[in-house]
């Protein structure tokens, strides 16, 4: 039985910088944590952040895989520079994906960390861009299929082609 990764926030846990939850209900997900497939997991906590904290966006003009390389931050709406729990939380996340033998990962779309498919543009206006978080990215990097919570639908299609293919 493969297991899948999601964000600790879509399970109703107040983790989000806001110190909010964002439960997403959906009958997939439900499913998996009837099955015991679901793998909590945040990023930011795991790297060491508190709850709440100040909003956070990759700097202006700079992308995940460039965080991840060094040569971008992660900056705090304050000015703080949290670009270091936000790799150490990704590197987490990625090794508890490794540990369990995780394929897939349901993660909140829009974080720095865990979106997938947009991230906000660095300068706290609401701006969205097309790119992926810096866990989502490293998750991706490592063979990982990342799904939003706007995809349950095809995180399970996937998911069960996955166990399809480790019971043949």
């Known amino acids: ?5 999601v964000s600790s926030c879509l ?3 107040p983790v989000r910088y ?8 959906d009958a997939v997900l439900s499913r998996w944590l ?3 497939r679901v793998v909590a997991v945040c990023p930011e906590m795991a790297g060491g952040l508190p709850v709440p904290r100040p909003p956070a966006e990759i700097e202006p003009g700079r992308v995940a895989d460039a ?8 900056m705090a709406v304050t000015g703080d520079d949290v670009t270091a729990p936000f790799v150490r939380g990704a590197r987490e996340a990625l090794a508890t ?3 369990r033998g995780i394929r897939v990962a349901v993660l909140k779309e829009g974080s720095p960390s865990c979106g997938g498919n947009y991230v906000y543009d660095g300068h706290f206006a609401g ?4 790119g992926a978080g810096v866990t989502a990215q490293l998750l991706r990097s490592a063979g990982l299929q990342v799904f939003s919570e706007h995809q349950w639908a095809e995180a399970r299609a996937c998911l069960d082609a996955l166990d399809a293919d480790d019971a043949r």
Not at 1 to 5: A, E, I, K, N
Not at 67 to 74: D, E, H, I, P
Not at 127 to 130: C, H, N
């Open 97 to 99: 994906a490794r540990e």
């Open 34 to 36: 009837e099955e015991g």
């Open 67 to 74: 965080v991840l390389a060094g040569l971008a931050r992660v």
């Open 18 to 25: 806001d110190g909010r939850a964002v439960p997403r209900g």
């Open 127 to 130: 701006q969205r861009l097309p």
């Open 11 to 13: 399970l109703g846990n």
């Open 1 to 5: 039985m493969q297991f899948v990764l």
